[in-house]
């Protein structure tokens, strides 16, 4: 006799699990602790087997009854219904390894070992903070340049603007590693450019506007002082390597050869190397007769045993008519990286790896 809805809400446990039938194969499985479990008993090619179908009184007898109909419906199609629903869910853990917090974590997993623990900590938390929660378990294919420009303006609003700019770039290694491993066809952060205003240090202000841009190295070019603060006034936007690394650059790190500038990074310990445009290498030539009989590129004036001083640079800016609140010797480093970004398109991975950012 089929069962009803009162019946089964009074069925009680014993001490052996029993099996309480309905019809065509649905039945309810009650154990000694008291779970109901509706399961439905089927044969497919002449073998007996069993599909779960949810537990009392979560599913209730309607409800498991539509299961089962279901079920047989695939099974007069010559589907087993088990064998479907092993690959409906099998279907939605390859949905669920494909959203972009999956990607994304395996991306971290796979590249933070080589970063330094306060990079690690931040783009850790940039993930967790700025992007996991608003697109976190969104399709990484499906996720389209508004959706990403979302989390952005979220940062923006805060007032977090070089935040912004980081986040968009992390965001961008995580598609380009989703595309490099078959889960995505395009980086929609590079829609993204100028979307975001550029950042403005407050320690350390930059002229990135590219007609300004211009107008500084025509003035650099102008300047009337010290032939050898005149070449690091020039070298500097060709290089954008710390001031403090400008300034203490040693002519043995200096490989004409090979048009390169090996150094070690001061604030990661890191080695890291400076191709030397042919504009770089001229200015290395005209100053090495000058100043080679110091171990510096950029000696003091005073004495070649030590370094330019630390705000040499910002002098010299000061006397081209560069004010403070414009540029400083550190803002070429922000210059670089707003117009190879926004202007010239290069990747920002590349930007950081040339600015000796830990990636």
């Not at 996991?132 to 977090?160: N, T, V, Y």
């Not at 001229?282 to 950029?298: D, E, G």
Request: contains cysteine.
């Amino acid at each position: 006799m089929p069962l009803t809805a009162t019946t089964v809400e009074k069925l009680k446990p014993s001490t052996k699990a029993k099996k309480v039938f309905d019809e065509r194969g649905l039945f309810l499985l009650i154990n000694p602790t008291g779970s109901k479990l509706w399961r439905f008993k089927y044969r497919v090619n002449g073998k007996e087997k069993l599909l779960a179908l949810g537990p009392y009184p979560e599913i209730s007898l309607k409800e498991a009854r539509n299961r089962r109909e279901e079920a047989r419906r695939f099974i007069a199609n010559g589907i087993d219904p088990s064998a479907q629903r092993k690959s409906q869910k099998q279907a939605i853990g390859q949905s669920n390894s494909n959203t972009f917090e999956t990607i994304g974590r395996e991306w971290f997993i796979k590249f933070s070992p080589t970063w330094s623990q306060s990079h690690l900590k931040r783009v850790q938390r940039q993930l967790e903070k700025d992007l996991f929660p608003w697109i976190g378990s969104l399709p990484i294919e499906e996720i389209d340049a508004p959706a990403l420009l979302d989390c952005l303006r979220r940062i923006e609003k805060r007032g977090a603007i070089v935040s912004a700019h980081r986040v968009r770039g992390i965001a961008g290694q995580i598609f380009r590693y989703a595309i490099a491993t078959s889960r995505a066809t395009r980086d929609p952060s590079n829609d993204l450019r100028g979307a975001i205003p550029p950042a403005q240090s407050k320690n350390f202000s930059a002229i990135t506007q590219p007609q300004k841009v211009k107008t500084l190295l025509i003035a650099i070019d102008s300047f009337e002082g010290t032939f050898t603060v005149k070449c690091a006034l020039k070298f500097s936007p060709l290089v954008f390597a710390r001031p403090g690394e400008i300034r203490k650059a040693l002519w043995d790190d200096i490989d004409l050869e090979n048009n390169q500038w090996n150094y070690l990074v001061s604030k990661t310990n890191t080695n890291h190397i400076v191709p030397l445009c042919k504009q770089a290498l001229k200015i290395l030539s005209q100053l090495h007769p000058l100043t080679s009989h110091s171990k510096y590129v950029f000696p003091s004036i005073r004495t070649p045993l030590r370094p330019m001083s630390e705000n040499t640079i910002n002098v010299a800016l000061r006397r081209i008519g560069i004010q403070k609140e414009e540029m400083t010797a550190h803002g070429f480093r922000a210059m670089a990286r707003t117009i190879l970004d926004e202007e010239l398109g290069y990747r920002p991975e590349i930007i950081e790896q040339q600015l000796a950012h830990t990636l």
